[in-house]
């Protein structure tokens, strides 16, 4: 049974910075591309960043261009997400998901596996 627990969501001011993690379990991880999506409350969910089964190349919605850092860790079974520069309008519910093979940017309705999501909250 595939897993993804995110953990790291919490409250920050503009301006600050978090870290998310996601720990998957029940996946040959490798093989799988790791990406972020995000919903804000009334809208749709929508991707963030992804980075391949290997963790050579990674990819950014242009939203969060040069603020946020997509990372893995094989040897962990992890997928990270560096969040700096926080604005109010980063608020949502993030969300881990894990899609089979070497993909750039995916929709949320191809994702494979998703995680139950962690609330972050960025005040002005």
């Known amino acids: 049974q595939v897993q993804l627990v995110e953990s790291g969501g919490g409250l920050v001011q503009a301006g600050g910075s978090l870290r998310l993690s996601c720990a998957a379990s029940g996946l040959t991880f490798s093989s799988y591309t790791m990406a972020w999506f995000r919903q804000a409350p009334g809208k749709e969910r929508v991707f963030v960043t992804s980075i391949t089964g290997s963790g050579g190349s990674a990819y950014y919605a242009d939203s969060v261009k040069g603020r946020f850092t997509i990372s893995r860790d094989n040897a962990k079974n992890t997928v990270y997400l560096r969040m700096d520069r926080l604005k109010p309008e980063d608020t949502a519910v993030y969300y881990c998901?894990?899609?089979?093979?070497?993909?750039?940017?995916?929709?949320?309705?191809?994702?494979?596996?998703w995680g139950k999501g962690t609330l972050v909250t960025v005040s002005s």
């Open positions: 998901a894990a899609r089979r093979g070497v993909v750039t940017y995916f929709p949320a309705g191809s994702v494979d596996y």
